[in-house]
């Protein structure tokens, strides 16, 4: 048990510093750098990691994990926000749309992200 707290705490700093890496993204100030849009993927995988063996070693995290958020609209608009961080959709551009999206989409990646953990 103490273990697999560790990993799911281990896990929400990982996705903490995606929260906030994505909140800069969408805020369009600056155009992401190779080493941020790295870092922000390398995190996505060490959390990815440590929620999965955190889910090995307690079946209840697992159903937590799970019930919660596996295939919820909640995953399906943060994996499609990551998809635009890694600059695999084209539609995406800053210009296209209004700062008050901008910060909409930020308040998302700081407060709908924050829900899960």
């Given at each position: 048990m103490i273990v697999?707290?560790?990993a799911l705490l281990l896990a929400s700093d990982?996705?903490?510093i995606q929260r906030a890496l994505g909140s800069v993204f969408y805020t369009c100030i600056d155009e992401f750098t190779e080493k941020e849009t790295k870092w922000f993927f390398?995190?996505?995988g060490a959390a990815n990691a440590l929620l999965s063996f955190a889910s090995s070693l307690n079946d209840d995290v697992s159903?937590?994990?799970t019930e919660q958020y596996v295939d919820s609209p909640l995953h399906?608009?943060?994996s499609s926000l990551k998809f635009i961080v890694?600059?695999?959709d084209a539609r995406?551009?800053?210009s296209s749309i209004n700062i008050t999206?901008?910060?909409e989409t930020v308040e998302f990646w700081k407060v709908g992200f924050h829900r899960i953990f």
């Open positions: 697999s707290n560790s990982m996705i903490g390398e995190n996505e159903l937590m994990y399906k608009n943060i890694g600059g695999m995406f551009n800053c999206q901008r910060f």
